[in-house]
């Protein structure tokens, strides 16, 4: 059975930090691509981030690029999502998704992805 799960969401002060972390397990990870995406409430969810399996490079959308950092580390089947200088804008749900035939240009798309987490909350609010 396959199982993503988030981890390290919670309320932040605006330009604050926190790590997320997406642990995987029931597949092969260093397979998998992994992407974070995002949903606040009343809004469509959105690509933030990925890394590929292979080489692990990395594609960011524009809104987070330059405060936002995805790694992963294959040993603990972990990708990590580092935010800084949080926004309130960044207020959502983030969610990890896995996918295992991605090509770079479509790590961005969700319809690409097999498996997802359930989500952890990020609050940025003064």
């Known amino acids: 059975q396959v199982q993503l799960v988030e981890s390290g969401g919670g309320p932040v002060q605006p330009g604050g930090s926190l790590r997320l972390a997406c642990v995987a397990s029931g597949i092969t990870f260093s397979r998998y691509s992994v992407g974070w995406f995002r949903q606040d409430l009343g809004k469509e969810r959105e690509f933030v981030a990925a890394?590929?399996?292979?080489?692990?490079?990395?594609v960011y959308a524009d809104s987070v690029k330059g405060r936002f950092t995805i790694s992963r580390d294959n040993a603990k089947s972990t990708v990590y999502l580092q935010m800084n200088n949080l926004r309130p804008e960044d207020t959502a749900v983030y969610y990890c998704?896995?996918?295992?035939?991605?090509?770079?240009?479509?790590?961005?798309?969700?319809?690409?992805?097999?498996?997802w987490g359930q989500g952890t909350q990020v609050t940025v609010s003064s």
């Open positions: 998704a896995a996918g295992s035939r991605l090509i770079t240009s479509s790590l961005n798309s969700q319809s690409a992805y097999d498996y």
């Open positions: 890394i590929k399996s292979y080489g692990g490079s990395t």
